[in-house]
């Protein structure tokens, strides 16, 4: 993604905020660490933190990419990865969100996009152990010497506000 941003080919990005050296100016960002989601009638549900051991016994669903090694450098996550029983993978977030409220397996992702699932204790979110993974950021980038055009400025503004009130959720 920030490559892209960079290049030019896209004027914003939205990815977890790695160190970079790439003309970039981060706009915004907003606290994104990896946790475990899952329906709140899981028996893991009420613990307070899991590590990868501890989820291996249980399926699991995966988004289709893993995630970048600059934000894994343990490689804990694509260790788990190699590991764990996948029941599913995709990368819609609604097909997610049905498997987790289903409670057919358990997802190792962020918050965003399970706000009101959260917040109606349809599911649950638990942190993962790993202190590196737990310390995730989530960033707005876009090109530090080119003006945006007027709509990617509003979108912009919108999307730092919508990640100023994921750091209030947090």
Known sequence: VMSNVAAGEVEIGLT???PTTLPLQLVAEAPAP??????????????????FA???PYPVT????SL?????PEGEF?????RATARFTSNSIEFQR??????????CLTRMGFQRELTSEALVWVPLASPQLRQLQIGLFIPQRRTLAPAA????ATLTRHLQQLSEFD
């Not at 009638?41 to 933190?49: C, G, I, K, T, V």
């Open 68 to 72: 970048p090694a600059a934000i894994d």
């Open 34 to 51: 990896l946790g475990c989601v899952m329906a709140a009638n899981h028996e893991l549900a009420q613990r307070s933190s899991l590590s």
């Open 16 to 18: 977890f905020v790695t």
């Open 62 to 65: 995966f988004q289709s990419e």
């Open 54 to 56: 501890e989820l291996e």
């Open 153 to 156: 400025s509003l979108v912009v």
């Open 78 to 82: 694509a260790a788990f990865r190699s």
């Open 98 to 107: 049905g498997i987790l409220r289903s409670g057919l397996a358990v997802a």
